[in-house]
C-alpha cells in the first residue's frame, strides 16, 4: 500500500453525516484532495465550500480516486455502495485502497473484504471510537484492520465482539472498545488501545512475546 500522505493520494468519500462530514473536513484541513458523493446533494454543496468535489453519482467517485472512505449507517447502505454493477467496487481501480468505517456486522465486513480482494481492491475495516465532537476536533481513535499485518477487525476483533454479545455489551464496536478499554485501564497503565489489544489476546489464548527496548 502506498503512503496515504495528501500530495501521494487522492481520496474519496462516501456518506456525509454527522461523523462523515467532520472526518472529511478535517480530511480537506489537512490538504488532501477529497471528492465527496452523498444521497443528500446539500451535504456535498457544503463540502464543496472548503474545497472537496463533489461527485454526481459513487461510480464517478469510485474511478478517479487512490482511497475511498465510506461512513455509512448499516449493512445494506453499504453493499447498495459497493455491490452491483453501479456499486463503487465494479469502477474502482485494481489497488485502490477502501478504509471502511460504518457500523456493520462482522460478517458484511468480510464480504465486503473478499468481493474487493477478488477485483484486486484492499478493503481495510475501521471501528471509529469517539464522539462527533471528536471527529471535528481530529482526535478520534480508528481501530483498523484488514490483510495482514493488520488483522484487528476480520480476525481478533471478532473475539471481542462475540464475548461482548455473551455479556450483553451494548453494540457498535467502538461501545465495545471503549468498555473493554476502560475495565483495562483500571487495572494497568496503558494510555491507550494496546489495553484492548491486550485483552483480545488473552481471549484468543495467544501468547506474544514483546520485545525489550
Keep these: 500500500m502506498k503512503l496515504l500522505a495528501a500530495k501521494q493520494v487522492t481520496l474519496g468519500f462516501i456518506g456525509l453525516g454527522n461523523m462523515g462530514s467532520r472526518i472529511a473536513q478535517r480530511l480537506l484541513d489537512r490538504g488532501y484532495a477529497l471528492t465527496v458523493y452523498d444521497q443528500d446533494d446539500t451535504k456535498a454543496e457544503a463540502l464543496a465550500l472548503n474545497g472537496a468535489a463533489p461527485a454526481n453519482d459513487i461510480a464517478e467517485l469510485a474511478q478517479n480516486v487512490d482511497v475511498i472512505l465510506s461512513c455509512l449507517t448499516n449493512d445494506d447502505a453499504?453493499?447498495?455502495?459497493?455491490?452491483?454493477?453501479?456499486?463503487?467496487?465494479?469502477?474502482?481501480?485494481?489497488?485502490?485502497?477502501?478504509?471502511?468505517?460504518?457500523?456493520?456486522?462482522?460478517a458484511s465486513s468480510r464480504q465486503l473484504h473478499n468481493q474487493a480482494a477478488k477485483l484486486g481492491i484492499e478493503v481495510m475495516d475501521v471501528a471509529i471510537s469517539g464522539s462527533t465532537p471528536a471527529a471535528g476536533q481530529g482526535t478520534l481513535t480508528l481501530l483498523a484492520g484488514g490483510n495482514a499485518p493488520l488483522r484487528l477487525m476480520n480476525k481478533d476483533f471478532q473475539l471481542i465482539l462475540n464475548t461482548a454479545a455473551e455479556e450483553n455489551v451494548p453494540m457498535p464496536v467502538t461501545e465495545t472498545a471503549f468498555r473493554v478499554n476502560a475495565d483495562e485501564l483500571a487495572l494497568g497503565e496503558e494510555q491507550d488501545f494496546s489495553a484492548v489489544m491486550r485483552r483480545m489476546e488473552e481471549l484468543a489464548g495467544v501468547g506474544v512475546t514483546h520485545s525489550t527496548p
Aim: zero cysteines; charged letters at 10%.
Design 78 to 106: 453499504v453493499q447498495n455502495v459497493y455491490a452491483g454493477p453501479e456499486g463503487a467496487l465494479a469502477v474502482a481501480r485494481p489497488g485502490t485502497v477502501v478504509l471502511e468505517m460504518s457500523t456493520i456486522s462482522p
